[in-house]
């Protein structure tokens, strides 16, 4: 019968579908070398050091519990290998072939650069990342304090492993994790800067080391122009809108004096607006931020279950606000001279023609620009409890 | 059968004896009782062990012999003085034959052109059992047996409309099986039932021994690796479909049921999803359409995802698998087929072997896909896993015969995915799609889904509606359309309040 041709024929077919390829390049887990996370940094002759941390399961699962290494976090061990090429890639070359396996990037989550690598400028090495089909693009990004290789060789107790400890952290709400794509955004962008969180590694005794995130690097055409602290990162965020909660300790002082204190509070639905304004030759930056606050904890005599005492304390929270917003850009914008805030972008969206006949302009302009900062939080939770437990 | 002057009765009762006696040589199970009916030799023919012996004493024998003693011994006058409530009369030999065949015994007189023939044929049967295949929690017990006429009378019963119409043919030159065609006429196609008939007619073969050579030989596509016809030992099943216009077909000696035609849709369904409130009958097809999902493409799924599509799989689950992985030395698909292929084993010994053996093969199974398989290094823990719920998966395709195609089409399936990837899979499932969008039970689309002509079609496939929301028959009874009358919301009566 002719169907019966049909079927035949279409077995025929299948049977030659393996030969044409596919299940050749078929690669079993078993034979992969995942590369969790790399740290790129630079050497004393300007070549590129590739550290990385591979995930090798144990041999046998004899071996694993006669205990390994000091950390010893669960039954694998991670191996860090380290390479050195010309570039990233050649370094990556260079790396596999010290590998018994395929070298998989698919699961990398995190890339750190080195200091040294970062001041001289990491676009080139980045160019890799997104030109390789494997790294993700939402791999998050830092800049280490010292070399990359001595974050990556950590093996911290609380998570699986360091790629894990950084990427967890980056999630949280006040990591302030920059993933590659954000990164890309930021540089390419019409500010042509960046900030990345800045990590350090902590010994404690006992062989206990961790990372931590120190603070905020700036990075200013893709070279790193600044190192700031926590308080300078945490400001940063709250300006460019990415913050979504954060906690405020601010001095308070009471309606009849005596009372004064320390007061935190929890600000929750941040959100941050730019309204920016040319007026001749002068560039100015309204910074307006809005919020909700509960009171977390109070170490002066004021009640806060009294509504004209919070009155006074929200202003007294808003003024502080608007202070820190203040300084805190002051000094990025005196020390880096780098636009991390994105005010590029607002002056773009409100001044498009100006914006267009003043851009190569742009680095001088944002030296001189001036910001005001309004702060209008509200305290809406105060608690039952007025007045501290002095 | 030749239907030429051979097959007359003759006047003569020693010649029509000698040809039944020619046919019947070397049967030592036909018994020709010869007797006296008032003046006329007559003999009774039968099959001992079709008929009941105590009903042909007692009421054909012994009035023959008795009453008409004293009679000329005239057929009318038999007939009149018989206390037997069914008996018909045969004008031919063939007839004869046929029913001494069916275990009727036959009465033959001396000068008579016709044969008296008494519906007394018996013989052992099963009793009306639950259907074991078909089990339900709530909803009727009784399932078909091996009789064609206790399995037509429990349709009866379930329909009492005169509209309830058994169309009867035999099938098979040697078996010459009783085969029913079941519809109600008010609500079936003419062209399906004439359609039915004409496939059923075409068939000639020695013997239909069950419906499945029956299915076999009518089906749309012969090649195809899907049931075009929907199988049930349920009566509730048959009346639900023969009021949904639909035909059914009953065997002679086989409690199956086929029913015509069908889409993939009803392979999924049970009939308990109408007996149970709409709410449950909806989330237990939708478990279903997603496990018969996982049934065909869940070790593909597995194995192209594994040597393939490595980054699609979450860090911290790839860790494990790599280190579960690590000591099986086949690749991913070898181990697949090899795990597939022994459950297929173990899932076909349980079957066939007696109750008794078959807990010792689970027992036996459970070590083979278990735990010693990943301890000797054969498989690793993943792939037992997903072996493990593919099992359950096939297993919660509610009839047998669709599930049983979906199992064997994971094994294509599993071959693509290991070569190609996922562009396998998808090439498996496009291929297999086509098939079914192309297919047809009797004319209906094989996939009712796609030809939905009306939302209301949808109401017993995406969900099942509660029953006062289903007003249309579906698309196999669009020749008259709603099945109940508007309005049977139920709720407290309007208006009519008694406070």
Redesign the interface.
Known sequence: MK??RK?GASCLL?CL??LLG??WD?????D?A?I?AAGIDLTDNGSIELSVQV?T????SSEGNSGMMGGGAG??TIVVQSAVGTDFADAAAKLQEQMPRKV?W??G?VFIFGERMAKQGILNEIDFLFRHP?P?EHAYVFVSKGKAKEIISINPRVE?DIA?TLREMAVLPYGMGISLKELNEMLTGRSKAAVVPLIERKDEPKGNSYPYITGAAVLRGGKLAGQFDDKVKRDTMLIRNKMKRTNVTFPVTGLQGGDDGVMTVKITKCRTTLFPVIQGKRWSMMVRMEGEASVTQNTSRINVTKPQELRQVEKQLNREIGKRIKESFRLVQRETDADVFGFADAFWRKYPLVWSREQSRWNDIFQDVDIHAASNVKILWPGFSGKSYK | MNNNNDSVISHRLEENIDRIKALYTDCFDVVFHHLQCGQKPAVVIYLTGMTDSDMLNQFILEPTLHKMKDEEGGLGALCECLPVSSFTKAGTLDQVIMEIGNGNPVLLLEDEDQALSFSLAKWEKRSITEPEAESVVRGPREGFVETLIDNVTMIRRKLKTPALKMKTMRIGRYSQTEVVIAFVNDIANPALISEIETRLGRIDVDGILESGNIEELIEDNPYSPFPQMQTTERPDVVAANLLEGRAAILVEGTPIVLIAPTSIFTYLQSPEDYYQRYYIGSAIRWLRYLFALIALIGPSFYVAIVTFHQEMIPTTLLLNMTRSREQIPFPALVEALLMEITFEALREAGVRLPKQIGAAVSIVGALVIGQAAIAAGLVSSPMVMVVAITGIASFLIPHFTLGISIRLLRFPMMLLAGTLGFFGLMMGLALILTHLFTLRSFGEPYTSIATVTHWNQLKDVAVRAPLWKMNRRPATGIWNRYRQGPNQRPGPSKGGGKR
Request: charged share 20%; hydrophobic share 30%.
């Open positions: 169907l019966g079927i299948f579908l393996p596919g299940c078929r690669t079993e887990v078993n992969l995942l969790m995930f399961p144990n041999q046998s039954s694998n998989f698919g699961h989550e494997q993700r699986r894990e």
